[in-house]
């Protein structure tokens, strides 16, 4: 990751990310949504703390994890 394609450090893994968002949202609807869709934006590189945040947006919740830097690395939406 460093020496061919110069990230600043290991890249944090897309499908990890997205299960995180996946858990989040479902502890907040109390079950897994039946419908998940999620994109990488940016890539996220580690060593950093990721912060995932989710919002209610009428039927659906809007998932999205943000580097350390404020940065959007992957976005989400969960319909309920």
Avoid: C, N, W
Avoid at 7 to 29: C, D, E, N, R, W
Avoid at 55 to 61: H, L, W
């Amino acid at each position: 990751a460093t020496l061919v394609d110069h990230y600043p450090g290991l890249v944090i893994h897309g499908p990890l990310q997205a299960k995180q968002m996946l858990k989040l949202t479902a502890s907040f609807v109390k079950a897994a949504p039946p419908q998940f869709r999620f994109r990488g934006v940016a890539p996220a590189t580690g060593p950093q703390t990721l912060r995932v945040g989710l919002r209610q947006v009428q039927d659906k919740a809007e998932i999205s994890v943000l580097s350390e830097a404020g940065m959007l690395t992957m976005q989400a939406t969960a319909a309920r």
